[in-house]
């Protein structure tokens, strides 16, 4: 028998299932905010036993073949109370027994045993099975002696009959109404363990809003028959009175149903909530499992669940364990610097490489890192101070981890120091061997650049007999107590990068004291490590994406980081979508990412600095003759017409743009007029003929494509370009056993290296050009770096498999059209003039904050890695008021941009704001500039900051945001925000309105609901 507890006895490993309070009834409890619902609820079958599916039975404790000893008795049970039978098996005190005989089983295992019970007091009883050893368990009070509870444990039963003893053990026991079992999914001894079960639906719960409980369908297998549902616009789920023995972190399993991906919110006991995006279930009638940690007091503690306004899952159960505890062993991190006296040297420029006797030295105009060849342990530091300490490399093979620090010989030798020239400049690449007997050579590269603030650093698997392999290889990793330290404590920040801009993903600013849940919190290539009251920081990340995603994972407390991996390898459900793991990277030598690791007095140079060290590996791509290079400015239809596109409405469209708006919304005479998803709508003969009409109004038109995606099902339809050679089934991705991968965004991914896939897009892409388009907006491009099973053999991972894909597009389109990624990975970046910086934008208020928040931390992409960064579309017309509409217009021309409108020209509101909002000379202009703000301010969280600014040459001009519809005064401190000195007078100019004034010091700037400003500002000296 194997009980749930938390402690290591003599009988193993145990956890506590403990009780969770089922109801039938729901009643309103007046005197409370919000509507409350408090559930209670029972089953009701009759009779003595139920099989309910294979391996599942019922037994009641009233039953005739069961036997009393002692006081115990059967009495009758409250209608209201809901015992299954009607009656239960009381009595059970001061030296009383209840056995359940002729427990019928056709299996032998480990069964899930579920007693319903009646305890309105902490009770407790022994359990024996089949006159075995008898296992003592405390069970939880019920709500009152009116109310049932469920408590679950495992037991194991022989295939036949069994018995199964309940003893009070000389005390008081609960009143039982039945028993429940079920064949444990843990399969038998040894399994893996479960904690303290509590159930959604659970009498003291509290539910407020939409929340409701609901019947679980049978084939879903909620714990309890129910779930609770409907937490949308407003609404929460209360978990109450979850125990705990001691204070302490514990990990939190959420049983969960959510047929798409959804959001939710969760806070414990008065802390503040932390937003999870949980996987879509496999479906809405499947159960999902999404574990997290968290920190709860002694004793009592509320988890409250919240949608935020939008959609969550429906919840069926939380699991509560005890955390693991331990760690990896730091090393002896305070003596790297200890490396004895110099022995030789060599300058290469400003850079300078020394031998000492235990280690070496590589010394940089502004940094230093200083490798101890005894402990295998490097310490980067900054202008002389140690930044980072512990720094080390690892790699996964297979079931063996390769730790630097463990191998027995770390050797540097100063005659293989080799001069480089690359596209980060002059400088030195410097390699540390590391050496044990039977192991492979793992090799630390560092690369560091005489006129870089930044050094690079990788690593090399050799080996001299068989290929290795490995889908995870860290060079920077470090794991000791303020490893990480920047020096600074005002408000230390960790920034978290999504690895594309699906599913309206969001960065992060998180507090560096984060030290649960980070697995939740990798940030996807790169980050920044800052503090943001003096934005001094590191800024860290990989300049290479040829191979790997890269990950990095960490942890902080006391405004230091205790743990720092920055490893290629890095998949995840809700970050890179990925179902399966990273591929795995083989061969005699295998090679990490490059890592950049920069330290900068502003952490917004730092991010800026970044993008240009990737751009000098891979540089953004370049305008060939005929592609304007200027910000594209016109129209696309998704946010006017998205299903409902057609020809006419296309020509309606170019037309009213050539009437209306010729002359003030135009970059240079070029205006786009872009077909969006449903552009097949309309025939072949009809898109010719658009083409024609734009092209006749002096305008350019563009199309749309997802090359990567199979909106369909039937595997058996031919591809279109392959002449009936190929099926979809053929160029669908798959995993290595020949599973097709389930749908993202409701699409299958196509594999990018199929034959098949690369004849539909030359078919396509060379139609597009044929019949005229000009600009190209290719969608859903993530799915082409899904891990998978590839076509080309070649091809190992998925970031190989997307970058072959893009490259092939590039060719097949030949420079011929402006090309703008829309869903897309941040890296690779140099296949598209433009990517959107954010998901889609729909014109409300709430998404623009979300595409500024986007801009908040990712404005850098815009002039480095990509031309241009895209907000998407401005459709004026669903901005829910003209201060929201002019926001939107607003965030568009800070963003870097591109500039388009996407409002439905029939309606004649949206006319009248398209008139409006568009045809301001000084705001365009300001589009035009094809530059991104900054942020003012990098401590938002997920939010967006409100303040933004671009200096452009001697001026400058700020942008400031109202995210909400209420008034708000909104007070910018000019020297933080323009950097000039607090006695200095500026001139503003209100752009939308031409109203002047001056100020210095502070400037106090009053926004109406969903009101944005944006201003001129000139330094007067």
Request: net charge negative; hydrophobic share 35%.
């Amino acid at each position: 028998m194997r009980r749930k507890h938390w402690a290591l006895s003599g009988k193993g490993l145990f956890l506590l299932l403990t009780a969770v309070l089922l109801v039938q009834t729901a009643f309103f409890t007046p005197g409370q905010s919000g509507r409350e619902i408090h559930a209670a609820g029972a089953d009701t079958e009759a009779a003595a036993v139920v099989q309910a599916a294979a391996g599942s039975y019922s037994y009641e404790a009233e039953a005739a073949g069961n036997t009393l000893t002692g006081k115990a008795e059967i009495k009758a049970c409250k209608e209201a109370t809901g015992c299954s039978g009607g009656q239960v098996a009381g009595g059970l005190w001061g030296g009383s027994s209840l056995t359940f005989n002729d427990i019928t089983v056709e299996t032998a295992g480990v069964y899930t045993l579920t007693v319903h019970y009646i305890s309105g007091d902490p009770r407790s009883f022994g359990v024996s099975v089949n006159g075995g050893t008898k296992d003592h368990y405390d069970l939880p009070k019920t709500a009152d002696w009116d109310t049932l509870g469920v408590y679950e444990l495992e037991v194991e039963l022989k295939a036949g009959a069994n018995t199964i003893r309940f003893d009070d053990e000389g005390g008081y026991s609960p009143d039982i109404d039945r028993i429940d079992l079920r064949l444990s999914d843990n399969g038998g001894p040894g399994g893996p363990v479960t904690g303290t079960v509590y159930e959604a639906e659970a009498a003291n719960n509290v539910l407020t809003g939409n929340a409701a409980v609901s019947g679980c369908a049978a084939a879903t297998g909620c714990s309890g028959g129910r779930k609770v549902g409907n937490l949308w616009g407003g609404s929460t789920l209360q978990f109450r009175d979850i125990m705990a023995e001691k204070a302490g972190v514990y990990k939190l399993s959420i049983y969960y149903i959510s047929g798409d991906p959804r959001p939710v919110s969760i806070s414990v006991n008065d802390g503040a909530s932390e937003n999870y995006a949980l996987p879509k279930t496999e479906n809405w009638d499947t159960l999902g499992v999404f574990t997290l940690e968290i920190e709860l007091k002694a004793g009592a503690n509320t988890i409250t669940f919240n949608d935020d306004g939008g959609w969550s899952p429906d919840i069926d159960k939380l699991e509560i364990a005890a955390a693991g505890g331990g760690g990896e062993d730091p090393g002896p991190v305070d003596n790297i610097g200890v490396i004895g006296k110099a022995l030789d040297s060599d300058k290469y420029g400003s850079i300078k490489v020394t031998k000492h006797e235990k280690g070496a030295t590589f010394v940089s105009r502004s940094y230093s890192i200083t490798f101890n060849t005894e402990s295998g342990l490097a310490a980067y530091a900054w202008n002389g101070k140690t930044l980072v300490k512990g720094a080390y490399a690892s790699a996964q093979l297979e079931d063996k981890l390769l730790d630097s620090r463990q191998y027995t010989e770390h050797s540097f030798k100063l005659k293989d120091v080799e001069k480089i020239k690359d596209g980060h400049g002059k400088g030195v690449r410097i390699t540390v061997e590391n050496r044990s007997e039977g192991l492979p050579v793992m090799k630390q590269i560092y690369q560091l650049y005489e006129d870089q603030p930044y050094f690079l650093v990788s690593q090399q698997v050799v080996s001299s007999g068989a290929a290795v392999s490995s889908n995870d290889m860290a060079p920077l990793v470090v794991n000791a107590s303020g490893g990480v330290d920047i020096g600074t404590g005002g408000d230390n920040r960790v920034l978290i990068t999504p690895f594309d801009n699906d599913m309206w993903s969001r960065y992060q600013a998180r507090t560096i004291n984060t030290a649960l849940n980070n697995n939740n919190y990798i940030s996807s290539e790169m980050t920044a490590i800052y503090d943001n009251t003096s934005r001094t920081g590191l800024v860290i990340g990989s300049v290479t994406h040829d191979v790997w995603k890269t990950g990095i994972y960490w942890s902080g407390s006391n405004d230091k980081l205790n743990k720092l991996k920055v490893y290629g390898g890095f998949t995840s459900l809700t970050s890179t979508h990925d179902t399966i793991d990273h591929g795995k990277v083989s061969g005699q030598t295998i090679t990490s990412p490059q890592i950049a690791v920069g330290y900068y007095n502003d952490y917004r140079d730092g991010l800026e600095n970044y993008g240009e060290a990737n751009a000098a590996v891979a540089p953004p791509l370049k305008f060939q003759k005929g592609v304007p290079s200027g910000v594209p400015v016109g129209w696309n239809s998704w946010g006017a017409y998205e299903s409902s596109l057609s020809y006419d409405k296309v020509v309606e469209v170019s037309n009213f743009f050539k009437e209306n708006l010729k002359k003030s919304f135009t970059n240079d005479g070029t205006v786009y007029i872009n077909m969006d998803s449903y552009w097949d709508n309309l025939s072949e003969q009809q898109l010719r003929d658009a083409v024609k009409v734009i092209r006749k109004n002096g305008q350019k038109a563009g199309i749309y494509y997802g090359p990567f995606v199979y909106w369909g099902d039937n595997m058996s339809q031919p591809v279109e370009g392959t002449n009936g050679k190929y099926t979809y089934g053929d160029i669908v991705l798959r995993d290595a056993a020949g599973n097709i991968l389930p749908k993202v965004d409701g699409a299958y991914a196509i594999d990018p290296t199929h034959p098949g896939s690369q004849q539909r897009v030359e078919y396509v892409f060379k139609k597009f050009l044929d019949y005229g388009f000009e600009y190209i907006k290719i969608d859903f491009l993530t799915h082409g770096s899904f891990e998978g099973k590839h076509y080309d053999p070649k091809v190992q991972t998925g970031i190989q498999a997307y970058n072959q894909g893009m490259a092939h597009i590039n060719k097949t389109l030949g420079g011929k059209m402006f090309i703008s990624a829309s869903i897309a990975p941040m890296f690779p970046s140099q296949y598209a003039h433009a990517r959107r910086i954010s998901c889609d934008i729909d014109g409300t208020l709430g998404r623009t904050e979300y595409q500024l928040n986007n801009l908040t931390y990712g404005w850098w992409q815009n002039g480095t890695i990509y031309a241009y960064t895209d907000p998407d579309y401005m459709t004026l017309a669903k901005g829910g008021s003209y201060n929201a509409a002019q926001t939107r217009v607003n965030a568009a021309a800070i963003s870097g941009t591109v500039y388009m409108n996407s409002d439905d020209v029939s309606n004649v509101e949206a006319q009248k704001l398209m008139k409006s909002l568009l045809t301001n000379k000084s705001v365009n202009e300001i589009a035009l500039i094809g530059e991104a703000f900054r942020p003012v301010e990098g401590n938002t969280g997920t939010a967006a900051t409100d303040v933004f600014v671009l200096q452009d040459k001697k001026d400058y001009y700020l942008a400031v945001f109202n995210y909400t519809n209420e008034a708000a005064v909104k007070t910018i401190d000019l020297k933080r925000a323009l950097g000039v000195s607090a006695t200095a007078k500026v001139e503003l100019t209100d752009v939308w309105t031409g109203t002047k004034a001056e100020v210095k010091d502070s400037l106090q700037v009053n926004l109406e609901g969903a009101q944005s400003k944006l201003y001129k500002v000139k330094v007067k000296k």
